[in-house]
């Protein structure tokens, strides 16, 4: 069946380090692919998606590409920032009615 | 309002008392889905309405669990009998499209914990 794995946390940073989370799947077809975030005592909200094969999905520094030689789906921004500081999840939609999320991966950016 | 609402936040049963969360998507959201998210995992997915029509149950773990959608908006999920493995934060989320590929709006979820 259809599945994402994304690595375990907690991550923790310092300000301004480089990011990456990783994220690989496992699908039939061709899923469309998305990070949610949580940030704290906040509902989960869309950050980025990517619908086909090496698209690159960005927002607020963050990108991801959609890489299906390798089913991942890899998260990363350049310079974290304290307000970074949140849970995110790897998500992938592949049938008619319901997107599949990952664990989560908790990350806490020091100052 | 302009987002998703659940009610309640928090709600503390007893083992076998039965429950009610209720869930107010965005006006004119056309799909909405239940999650149940256990501590530190990521949310698994219960069940989808497309208006009032519930077309996938696929998700809700035993016959103790029901969603309704009457009217297309307002969606309630009673869990009957509750157990302590039910303790959960239920998410409630909507869509515009009728499909799942497009963004989900969520709410804040509702913590359920049965003692």
């Known amino acids: 069946g259809n599945s994402v794995t994304q690595m375990e946390g907690p991550v923790t940073l310092s300000e301004e380090a480089f990011l990456t989370i990783n994220c690989t799947y496992t699908?039939?077809?061709?899923?469309?692919l998305f990070w949610y975030v949580q940030y704290p005592g906040e509902g989960l909200q869309l950050l980025l998606k990517?619908?086909?094969?090496?698209d690159k999905g960005s927002n607020k520094g963050f990108e991801a590409t959609y890489r299906k030689e390798t089913t991942s789906f890899h998260l990363e921004k350049g310079s974290v920032q304290v307000s970074d500081s949140a849970v995110y999840f790897c998500?992938?939609?592949?049938?008619?009615?319901?997107?599949?999320f990952g664990s989560g991966t908790r990350l806490s950016i020091r100052p | 309002g302009a987002g998703v609402s659940q009610s309640p936040r928090y709600k503390v049963a007893k083992r076998g008392q039965d429950v009610a969360l209720r869930c107010d998507p965005i006006?004119?959201?056309?799909?909405l889905f239940w999650y149940q998210q256990a501590l530190g995992q990521g949310p698994e997915f219960l069940t989808y309405?497309?208006?009032?029509?519930?077309?996938?149950k696929s998700g809700l773990p035993s016959d103790r669990f029901f969603a309704e959608r009457p009217e297309g908006s307002v969606s309630t999920l009673k869990i009957q009998r509750t157990q302590q493995e039910d303790s959960a934060v239920y998410l409630c989320?909507?869509?515009?499209?009728?499909?799942?590929?497009?963004?989900?709006?969520f709410g804040e979820g509702s913590r359920l914990t049965v003692l």
């Open positions: 998500a992938l939609y592949s049938s008619a009615s319901k997107i599949i």
């Open positions: 990517a619908t086909k094969a090496d």
């Open positions: 699908a039939t077809g061709y899923p469309s």
């Open positions: 006006s004119g959201h056309v799909s």
């Open positions: 989320a909507s869509s515009f499209t009728t499909s799942g590929a497009g963004e989900l709006f």
């Open positions: 309405f497309q208006n009032e029509a519930q077309l996938d």
